[in-house]
């Protein structure tokens, strides 16, 4: 589990160093990171999925890959040894989001955004090329990649021996995505996966509804959308999936992700089991059984959960 950063200490002139090499002068806020777990949040235990469910999203960092952080904090010194002025609080908001919309904003606020249409590509283009550039530094020559959970593998295949397909979203560049899995053998255990540089990032809706169509699922109440970030508990309400997961093994705490809405929330995504004994949409905590809080109905109406606004 990586670890919530917290709010750094004052900024200042310093030297960005990685593994152990100055990579970079710049000025930039410090960070520190203390325990992500809220001390008195308890999450929900021995929850079985709805029996409807024929699909399972999972994201990436933080839900299905171990990377301790690095690629919040590899943004964020990028994006401030480029000149962008990022203060670490102004982070938060955007995990899980697409890395290149995240530039895009934080460009576009700076001096940057008052260049050319051209001269503004131009710069958000060198911003990403480098961020992609330290990041596949930190993830693979640095050789810190795992996966979330040893038992993943066996966890996966076994909900696909018994009918359910599995899927992976990400806010990561695809050539960033497709390292990852080739290095952690992730193409064994799902059968497929999109990024936001594909198709469009958190919370469009469209990374869900390209994987419904390349497995061929057509109804999104036989989704379940799993994720550690606000954007991936919004994105599945903004969908309308009919299970949406908060997992505690990334970005965001327990009362974070429940307060945005997820149905559950549980220390990561192998606590969540399989069983016959749900509703056809219900689900299970604890042996009590439930209703998702997007299909609950008063009065004969539908309550649709409503999602915050994001950022972006």
């Not at 994987?211 to 606000?230: Q, S, T």
């Amino acid at each position: 589990m990586f670890k919530q950063l917290a709010r750094p200490m004052a900024a200042a002139s310093t030297k960005l160093i990685q593994n152990g090499t100055v990579v970079a002068n710049a000025t930039t806020q410090l960070a520190v990171r203390p325990n992500s777990t809220t001390a008195n949040f308890v999450p929900d235990k021995n929850v079985v999925f709805p029996s409807n469910t024929r699909l399972l999203i999972c994201d990436m960092a933080g839900t299905t890959v171990d990377e301790q952080g690095i690629v919040y904090d590899t943004l964020f010194n990028t994006m401030n040894i480029h000149g962008l002025d990022v203060a670490w609080d102004e982070m938060h908001p955007w995990h899980g989001a697409s890395k290149i919309m995240v530039i895009e904003h934080f460009c576009k606020r700076s001096d940057v955004g008052k260049r050319s249409p051209d001269d503004f590509k131009g710069w958000v283009d060198a911003v990403h090329y480098h961020f992609v550039k330290n990041i596949e530094k930190a993830y693979f020559e640095d050789d810190i990649l795992s996966l979330i959970d040893p038992k993943l593998p066996e966890y996966m295949n076994n909900l696909r021996e018994n009918g359910m397909k599995v899927a992976l979203n990400t806010g990561y560049p695809v050539k960033i995505q497709n390292a990852i899995m080739e290095k952690l053998n992730m193409h064994e255990f799902i059968d497929g996966f999109v990024s936001a540089e594909t198709v469009g990032g958190r919370p469009k809706p469209f990374m869900i509804h390209r994987l419904m169509y390349d497995l061929g699922i057509d109804h999104v109440k036989d989704v379940a959308k799993a994720g550690d970030a606000n954007a991936d508990i919004g994105e599945g309400i903004k969908d309308g999936v009919g299970f949406n997961i908060g997992v505690l093994s990334g970005a965001d705490d327990g009362p974070t992700l429940r307060n945005m809405g997820a149905d559950v929330v549980v220390e990561n995504i192998t606590k969540i089991s399989l069983g016959a004994c749900c509703g056809q949409h219900d689900f299970e905590v604890d042996g009590v059984r439930k209703t998702p809080l997007y299909n609950v109905k008063v009065g004969g109406q539908s309550q649709g959960k409503v999602i915050k606004t994001p950022l972006w």
